[in-house]
């Protein structure tokens, strides 16, 4: 029986002692272990299938990584993320198909944009508590597709979108979408930098301290004022310039952008890689770009009722799940682990 | 009436019971002493159903009550008054009132009780429309505890019943609550001021970091 | 366009708008959920309406409306005890149930979809035909519209204020723990409103189904224009709500006649931002957020 009152504060999890400088190195040298183990698993295996789907679950993580930031870490309930990515995807391509820019300008630059869109839309966003944040950020996601068929005469290419972006050039060579080996390379030295950033940098930081400070104790974040807020609007930038960098790369590497990136199969995915993997509990969130990745490719043949599927899935992880992969694997990770 | 065994409340991973223990009899008015952040409103509210209960028992008219909620123990006559009031503010006192009697047993008979009600604070029949938002500080404890006594409750468990009151109030405050004890109903009730209570308790506990003691209320003084 | 097209349109829209706000708002002001499903119930009402007139039964639109209700408010209720209540156990349930809600919603649009198919449904006016005003021809059907919009919100006003039921709602959004206290069962509350939620939100959609078509992934424009409406009414207060809802609606027509349909959802956007930045407590704001 549950006992009806309950604190109203939202805590996703505890403050946990990883993320307070102990065992940086030790941590850093398991993580990169495990991208070097990745990588050689991707090379012995070597098929294009393979390092398609090896392509998508990189991505995927520094996606998955800038929103665990923060939703999961912040504390922030942010659901405008596949707007950052759509940005630096939009942004990269119109820059190198309208702006006549090499891949590798514009990535960066693209990421830099999504970063100022992030921001943009942390300033009403630092302003509001809980919900308010979700349905402002929601309410965005919802509205761009509108928006970029409004402004088809921008170049945004409306609803079939835009095509023909470059492939990435470096060192005269030039990486067509064909070549997977060294398309999987490049992808993974982004999401290694990417999940680096942001788990191993950011969040080690003081920086990151404040951030989980502010989550955990709302009226810390208030004595923090003015600072806290402009520590919430750093964190959204950050976490928007790395998913519209991940959007960039992912534009390249299809050489089309659409607005179904914003559709609701993407959406349910990251939805459901966070719930499976559980916010603010490093790694988890990644198991779940793992898991759904593969898992979505397994289910292809149901393709009907896939998303119906991924639906139940976000349902029963978060009932049955609550703190998702991340929260199993450290229940295991020491004994006397902190109630659920 | 109520016997408390050894029961743990924590907040989160904040431990704020240990193994409290006590013990109200038929008709007694018990204190419990303890100054601010010591555990006493998470005692009685945890007693109430309105906080978990970690382990230990607690039993009341004879029944195990630890895991029961509070609509269950509000119809079985065990009472909360909160320190703070927990007036609905946007609503008027009678509506306050009227919400009092929300269990079945104490709704049948609501119009006399609130009779009963007003014949102590006529104060409250006068501003019986009144939003309680614009009502004073007496004003508030009074429908507090009348609200409390809308439900027609067996043991009233009331926190710290003189809070933000002006003093010439709380001596009245106290009174009132002895004239009910002495009208038959088990009173328990936490307070910090102890002077207040001389004359009017049968037995007090003191609860210091989580722990309780039976004592008097020299020990208390003592302690502070 | 002209002035009074603009009128009958605000009228309409802003009488069906304050029904399906008000559901949202009666969810968040006694549990704080913000219900992300709320549109989808609202599909989903068209379609169990829809189902119910040529699914099977083929019963009349008037009796497939009487019908649904009842249904609605079970599944509101199911939904409640079944996929809400489990989550409020944890720390951080709030985020869980805008994740659960979001999945729910997920869930009901392809769950449609498999069902029916993609293709949108329609259900013909119940009543044909129209009346003159000030030389514009207004359906009878929109105007059955109005009627049956503002007495089911004069019935929910009724409802909260005058029964014992309806004062134990308004006491779990005044004060949860007070409410607690006095012996209201909040769970049950919770249920209730859940329930009475999903009606005013299915209803709509059945309303709106003559008027625009049933579609699967249709109950996001709605869901996303209850919730500006109850931001910018200010959370908790009905009454904003009904405020918001007319205003609102009145300037949508006006950006529809002026500037064309396809601006009509960044319009809602852009007043989101300006309530947000300016006012988050809304009109008549209760709450600060």
């Known amino acids: 029986m549950t006992k009806p009152i309950q604190d109203s504060r939202s805590r996703p999890a505890g403050l946990s002692s990883r993320f307070t400088g102990a065992h940086y190195l030790r941590d850093s040298l398991a993580f990169l272990g495990c991208a070097m183990a990745f990588l050689a698993a991707g090379l012995v295996i070597g098929e294009n299938y393979v390092f398609h789907i090896l392509i998508l679950i990189c991505i995927w993580s520094a996606v998955i990584a800038g929103w665990d930031l923060l939703i999961g870490y912040a504390g922030v309930f942010n659901y405008a993320q596949l707007v950052f990515f759509a940005v630096g995807a939009y942004g990269s391509a119109m820059l190198s198909v309208s702006g006549g820019l090499p891949a590798l300008a514009a990535i960066p630059l693209a990421a830099g944009i999504g970063g100022l869109f992030g921001a943009l839309i942390a300033i009403p966003s630092a302003r509001l508590k809980g919900e308010y944040v979700a ?185 049955f799940l609550p703190h998702g992969l991340g929260g199993v694997l450290r229940r295991f990770g020491k004994k006397d682990s902190p109630r659920a | 009436m109520l016997e408390v065994d050894r029961i743990n409340v924590s907040y989160g991973d904040f431990h704020v019971l240990h193994d409290v223990s006590l013990k109200v009899e038929k008709g007694e008015m018990v204190a419990v002493l303890g100054a601010n952040g010591h555990g006493k409103s998470t005692l009685l509210k945890a007693l109430c159903g309105l906080l978990p209960i970690q382990n230990g028992t607690v039993r009341y008219e004879g029944s195990d009550i630890t895991r029961l909620a509070s609509t269950e123990l509000v119809q079985r006559g065990l009472v909360y008054v909160a320190e703070d009031r927990r007036l609905f503010r946007d609503m008027t006192v009678l509506d306050n009132l009227m919400l009092g009697a929300f269990n079945t047993r104490a709704w049948k008979c609501r119009e006399k009780t609130l009779d009963q009600v007003f014949a102590l604070y006529p104060r409250l029949e006068e501003r019986r429309h009144q939003l309680c938002r614009h009502l004073s500080g007496g004003e508030a404890q009074m429908v507090a505890l009348g609200r409390g006594l809308m439900s027609k409750p067996h043991l009233l468990v009331i926190d710290e019943p003189s809070l933000g009151l002006a003093p010439n109030l709380t001596a009245q405050m106290m009174e009132t609550i002895h004239d009910l004890n002495r009208a038959g109903m088990t009173i328990l009730l936490v307070e910090q001021n102890a002077a207040l209570l001389t004359g009017h308790i049968s037995r007090s506990y003191v609860i210091e970091e989580g722990v309780i003691a039976e004592g008097d209320l020299s020990a208390f003084g003592e302690l502070q | 366009m002209n002035i009074v097209e603009i009128l009958i349109s605000g009228t309409t829209q802003g009488a069906v708008y304050c029904v399906i706000a008000m559901g949202l708002s009666l969810v968040y002001g006694t549990s704080r959920i913000l219900n992300f499903a709320h549109g989808a119930l609202y599909t989903l009402g068209g379609y169990i309406a829809w189902f119910l007139m040529y699914g099977g039964p083929g019963l009349s639109f008037g009796l497939a409306f009487v019908v649904s209700l009842p249904l609605l408010f079970c599944i509101g209720v199911a939904l409640e005890a079944g996929i809400i209540r489990p989550l409020r ?187 947000l930045m300016t006012r988050p407590k809304g009109l008549l704001g209760v709450w600060e957020n």
Not at chain 1, 246 to 268: K, M, Q, S, W
Not at chain 3, 126 to 145: D, H, P
Not at chain 3, 161 to 180: E, F, I, P
């Open chain 1, 135 to 319: 349905l402002f950020t929601f309410a965005v996601h919802l509205a761009l597709p509108s928006i970029l068929q409004q402004t088809r005469g921008l170049g945004t290419g409306g609803s079939t979108g835009i095509l023909g972006l470059p492939p990435i050039s470096l060192f005269s060579q030039t990486f067509y979408a064909i070549d997977k080996q060294a398309w999987f390379l490049m992808a993974l030295i982004v999401a290694v930098i990417c999940i680096y950033l942001i788990y191993f940098v950011v969040l080690r930081s003081r920086f990151g301290l404040a951030l989980l400070a502010m989550r955990d104790a709302p009226a810390f974040s208030e004595a923090l004022g003015v600072n806290g807020r402009r520590y919430q609007i750093a964190a959204f930038a950050i976490s928007a310039a790395i998913t519209a960098f991940a959007g960039a790369f992912y534009a390249h590497y299809t050489a089309v952008v659409t607005p179904r990136i914003l559709g609701t199969e993407f959406f349910l995915m990251a939805m459901v890689m966070l719930a499976i993997g559980g916010m603010g509990r490093f790694p988890g969130a990644l198991l779940g770009v793992c898991v759904v990745v593969i898992g979505n490719e397994v289910l292809r043949s149901f393709d009907s009722y896939r998303l119906f599927a991924l639906g139940l899935i976000v349902i029963g992880s978060v009932i």
């Open chain 3, 89 to 275: 156990r944890h720390a951080n349930w709030q985020i869980n149930a805008i994740m659960v809600t979001l999945g729910l919603a997920f869930v009901i649009e392809n769950g449609l979809q498999l069902l029916f198919g993609p293709k949108t449904k329609t259900i013909p006016a119940f009543i044909e035909g129209g009346v003159s005003i000030g030389g514009t021809t207004v359906s009878l059907y929109k105007i059955a519209l109005v009627g049956i919009s503002v007495l089911l919100v004069v019935l929910l006003e009724l409802f909260l204020a005058r029964t014992r039921a309806g004062k134990s709602v308004q006491a779990v959004s005044q004060d949860l723990q007070a409410a607690a206290q006095v012996g209201i069962n909040v769970n049950r509350v919770f249920g209730l409103a859940l329930g009475l939620s999903v009606v005013l939100t299915g209803a709509a959609g059945i309303l709106l189904a003559p008027v625009f078509q049933i579609s699967p992934t249709g109950g996001w424009s709605p869901f996303l224009k209850a919730f500006v409406i109850v931001v910018f009414g200010g959370l908790g207060s009905t009454r904003g709500a009904m405020l918001a809802a007319f205003i609102l609606a009145f300037l949508e027509a006006i950006v529809v006649a002026s500037v064309g349909p396809g601006w009509a959802m960044p319009a809602w956007l852009i007043v989101l931002m300006i309530v």
